[in-house]
């Protein structure tokens, strides 16, 4: 059956997709990104460091890319969950429910920032409940561990602060997790478990060693996209997180911060450092994906 | 050359003379609250302009954060003219792209300002705080709404307005500093924009007081009823001057020069006077200044020129990046 001719590929014309796919990707990607790299080219490399360093901005990335981890982590467990549900149970809604995961595809993200600010914001609806409930929770956390600033950490309020933010993040993101495990779960055959069950594993090991590794490639990019969009996610935080400075402000408010002072190149620098960072996260996720499948399937 | 100046003022004089009735179209690059005195404005306009040369004018209209509009029109909007929140923005479109020449604020009378406005604050109904002046706004556990001067025209007024008044009380820059700042730590939420602030205010309920354009003060009380806030004027507050220009580069190419200058000059008229003052900017005209001067509140105004030296040097002082703003927020 396996003859050398195997290894050519079914689909003819492999120069002229692939001419067609570098000018698409050029026309889309490279040439936009590159126009950010050549701005920043004008800048001394003293001032490129003084825009990329400065106290403020430096808060900005640690608040951007730690929220968005966090935010991503939280989708990955969660839309592991929900993924799970929609695949293996039927229930009434379960239509409906799996068309609602698509909606923060959709939605305009100003929209969800107003939406999510309305419902958790102090007089909102959510809000009144919670936001005494989560000042209460911090108030507790600063008694039992007064070494730690809880508040200026974790955020004193939901809307209008850290929480916000990573409200957002996780309203944006969730989407990636679900259905990048979706296919995935659906193609994991319940016989498996039962076999595994049949051999004497426990509920627990079933999960942990046959379901998993199963699916940790997929989750680990669902994870990668969720990641990757919060990174790059504007308009429903600045509606949120109450911008203040060192505190609450997202690195893609500074960078239009600095648009809004006609600095472009400050702006750009910005931005490139975030390509960069980004670039590189996104490249060792990749890795680890490989890795964990490499690893998980021996 | 002159041959084609000759032919251009040929087809104006035709077109100015009626010989055939033309439809034009211009575009109007303006900030957040203006939307209403605009769409008020534009139909007298193009009633005036039609009886005059019997051309039809239709003004489109763009509003948008001031700086972001004028970013707008300096990366190619092809805006006929600008009526921004401040005369930095308009600056920019000099700075940045030559669009206008330098001395552009001189072309058109006070500073290019046909109507003027100020900053007041806006409490809820019975003014639970009993907050009367800037003074009352530093006290502790007063929560006050403003918009980040960084991003937005607006806050820069804010700013320079509790400045103004600190330096007048006080004396030094140094007290005024010590003033901002502490105004600026009773500020939970620091919006991108002006409209952002008034909701995060009036639709979330945040915050004892909002810092915010007279005329956007009285449109939230038109909108949401005296019932709900009221307004209260400091004793000294700043001499707001949203600047007007026409873009050369742009009516030049497009041909519209005599009509967009028209629009702008017929700003001035008692006409136009009194569309400003209905929708609650201050006018410039004194006729038009008396008719509504029960409408607006006597204070004391300063005005950039006289305390900040003008904007340029305002916005390098205060607002540029390592500025007294930024210094403000260092830990």
Do not use: C
């Not at chain 1, 209460?136 to 956390?141: A, E, S, V, W």
């Not at chain 1, 931005?271 to 490249?283: G, H, I, K, R, W």
């Not at chain 2, 806006?122 to 002046?133: H, S, W």
């Not at chain 2, 530093?138 to 007024?157: F, H, L, Q």
Request: proline share 5%.
């Amino acid at each position: 059956m396996s003859s050398p001719r195997a290894s050519r590929s079914v689909l003819p014309g492999f120069g002229l997709s692939l001419g067609f796919t570098l000018i698409y990707l050029s026309l889309i990607v490279l040439i936009p990104l590159s126009a950010a790299f050549i701005k920043t080219a004008g800048m001394s490399w003293a001032d490129f460091v003084a825009a990329v360093t400065s106290p403020r901005v430096l808060a900005s990335y640690r608040l951007s890319f730690g929220v968005s981890l966090i935010a991503a982590m939280v989708n990955g467990f969660f839309g592991l969950i929900l993924a799970w549900v929609l695949v293996r149970y039927t229930f009434p809604g379960r239509r409906v429910v799996d068309a609602l995961v698509d909606l923060p595809f959709a939605l305009p993200t100003a929209v969800a920032g107003i939406a999510l600010t309305a419902i958790y914001s102090k007089n909102g609806w959510a809000g009144q409940w919670l936001e005494p409930l989560w000042a209460r929770g911090i108030h507790q956390l600063s008694v039992l561990v007064p070494a730690v600033d809880w508040e200026n950490w974790l955020g004193g309020k939901l809307a209008f602060d850290r929480p916000g933010i990573f409200l957002a993040l996780t309203f944006v993101g969730l989407p990636f997790v679900v259905r990048t495990l979706q296919p995935v779960l659906a193609d994991l055959e319940p016989e498996l478990e039962e076999a595994a069950a049949t051999l004497g594993a426990n509920r627990w090991q079933t999960m942990t060693r046959v379901i998993l590794p199963e699916l940790m490639p997929a989750l680990i990019t669902g994870f990668a996209l969720a990641f990757a969009r919060a990174l790059g996610e504007y308009g429903s935080v600045v509606f949120i997180a109450g911008n203040m400075p060192q505190h609450s402000e997202i690195t893609p408010l500074l960078i239009i911060t600095k648009l809004e002072q006609y600095d472009y190149r400050g702006a750009t620098a910005i931005a490139v450092v975030m390509l960069v960072a980004s670039f590189v996260l996104l490249l060792l996720i990749n890795l680890l994906q490989k890795w964990s499948r490499r690893y998980y399937r021996i | 050359m002159k041959s084609k100046a000759v032919l251009i003022s040929l087809l104006a004089l035709a077109a100015v003379s009626g010989a055939a009735a033309k439809s034009i179209e211009l575009l109007n690059v303006s900030y957040d609250p203006t939307r209403e005195l605009y769409v008020d404005y534009n139909k007298a306009f193009a009633a005036y302009w039609k009886a005059k040369t019997g051309d039809d004018v239709t003004v489109k209209q763009s509003h948008g954060g001031s700086g972001k509009q004028a970013r707008g029109v300096i990366d190619g909007l092809q805006a006929d003219v600008v009526t921004l929140a401040l005369a930095a923005d308009v600056d920019a479109l000099y700075d940045v792209a030559k669009l206008i020449p330098q001395d552009w604020q001189k072309r058109l009378p006070q500073n290019s300002t046909p109507y003027t406005s100020t900053i007041v604050f806006l409490v809820r109904k019975g003014n639970p705080l009993g907050l009367k002046d800037w003074d009352d706004l530093v006290k502790p556990g007063v929560s006050i709404i403003t918009p980040n001067p960084k991003t937005s025209g607006g806050a820069r007024w804010n700013y320079l307005a509790a400045w103004a008044y600190a330096k007048h009380k006080q004396g030094s820059d140094d007290a005024a500093k010590a003033f901002v700042a502490a105004l600026y730590k009773n500020v939970p939420v620091l919006d991108s924009g002006a409209r952002g602030a008034t909701t995060t205010f009036v639709q979330r309920g945040i915050g004892d007081v909002l810092l915010a354009w007279e005329n956007e003060a009285f449109l939230a009380l038109k909108e949401f009823g005296t019932d709900k806030f009221e307004i209260v004027v400091p004793s000294l507050s700043i001499l707001a001057e949203p600047p007007v220009s026409i873009v050369d580069k742009v009516v030049k190419k497009k041909g519209t020069e005599t009509v967009a200058r028209a629009y702008l000059e017929y700003l001035y008229s008692a006409e136009g006077q009194d569309i400003a003052g209905r929708n609650f900017y201050r006018p410039r005209d004194p006729a038009a200044a008396a008719k509504y001067a029960s409408v607006f509140p006597q204070l004391q105004l300063v005005t950039i020129d006289a305390e900040f030296g003008g904007w340029a040097k305002a916005q390098k002082t205060h607002f540029a990046d390592g500025g007294v703003f930024d210094q403000i927020y260092q830990k």
